[in-house]
């Protein structure tokens, strides 16, 4: 049976989990889960995630949310020798810190100050931009201190998508972090060198870019985390 992606066309942690599937050539059928319609919050969808978040993936009966567990889901059992997750435990070690470190700093606060103003009721604030330079300083440290090519590693890793994925967050609302020299360089390097990965993030930010200029009405939703804003006519 073919591998299944329930995911979200501009949503950051699917496209992270596109990018996995398609450098590690791993055949897989791609299935459009409207947010915009609310199909992640309905009880058919809530059979394979309860938390009704996107993405999920299907393996043959089984079910896996969560992006993380799921890019290393697909590398541990499709490629287990990738140097995309590599085996040797302190290289796994800095690629699972930079994974933790973007999902529990980097992309929520990049997603507080430039994504979720767009489809909810937030605005952008002082603080937030704070925490986003907070963010942004912190992971050039890291590329600083680690001194390779990429995020985790002197070649590419699961780590870079994650992140990849959220620094572009950043471009949907040109916000400028050329002051952070070395993501920047990161980032631009990854977009040259991988054209046809990044195309993935393009598509992204392209639908996210068309959101931005008409914010949509998601009060429908009755999002159980998100204030609800009504689209202005």
Known sequence: MVLKLYYLEDGPPSLTC???LEALQVPYEKVDVSFYHGEHMT????????????PVLEDDGFFLSESVAI?????????????????????????????????????????????????????????????VHRVLDLFDTYLDRQGTAYAAADHLTIADFALINSTMALEVIDFDFSQYKKVTTWYNNFKKMHPELWSISAEGIRLMKMCAANPPDLSHLNHPLHPARKATQ
């Open 43 to 54: 009880d058919e969808y809530a059979k394979m995630n309860p938390q009704k978040e996107i």
């Open 71 to 131: 890019i290393q889901y697909i590398c541990d059992k499709y490629k287990p020798d990738s140097p995309l997750y590599p085996t040797d435990p302190k290289a796994r070690a800095i690629v699972n810190h930079r994974l933790m470190f973007n999902l529990s700093s980097y992309y929520p606060d990049i997603l507080t100050y430039c994504i979720l103003p767009i489809y909810f009721n937030y605005e952008r604030t002082a603080e937030g931009l704070k925490r």
């Open 18 to 20: 596109r990018q996995v």
